[in-house]
């Protein structure tokens, strides 16, 4: 399972960051929440959702001793794995960064994604 990204479609709302980090964490903090809405400013005025891309091959966890299934599961990962993804999909604040794990198969980024730029 995969989550596509239409940044066309995408308003810049945050509804997306908040019902990750309060079904997560209890909060509702963006900066603690496994997507960020990125707006361009400068070119294009656009936003855009970024995620976890749900690679195959997992370069964030590339030398570890770990099931990559296991970690899938998992929303706190340590912010090293952050600095090992190549798309810099993974949101970070102190020493954790915060990983889809597709909450646990239903992703609810995508129930609240009113514009549809979150889909399935």
């Given amino acids: 399972m ?3 990204i ?3 479609k995408c308003s810049g709302c ?3 960051g908040m019902v ?3 079904l997560h964490l209890g909060v509702i903090n963006t900066e603690k929440s496994a997507i960020r809405v990125k707006k361009d400013d400068l ?3 656009l936003s855009q959702p970024v995620l976890c891309r749900q690679c195959k091959q997992m370069t964030c966890i590339e030398g570890e ?3 990559a299934s296991a970690e899938r599961k998992k929303f706190i990962w ?3 794995r952050a600095e090992r993804c190549p798309f810099n999909a ?3 604040s102190g020493q954790i960064a915060y990983h889809c794990d597709l909450c646990g198969g239903k992703p609810q980024c995508v129930r609240v994604c009113t514009t549809g730029a979150i889909a399935l």
């Fill in 2 to 4: 995969k989550i596509k």
């Fill in 6 to 8: 239409d940044k066309k």
């Fill in 14 to 16: 945050h509804l997306c």
């Fill in 20 to 22: 990750c980090s309060i």
């Fill in 43 to 45: 070119n294009t005025s």
């Fill in 65 to 67: 001793q770990v099931k």
């Fill in 78 to 80: 340590d912010k090293s």
């Fill in 90 to 92: 993974l949101p970070s």
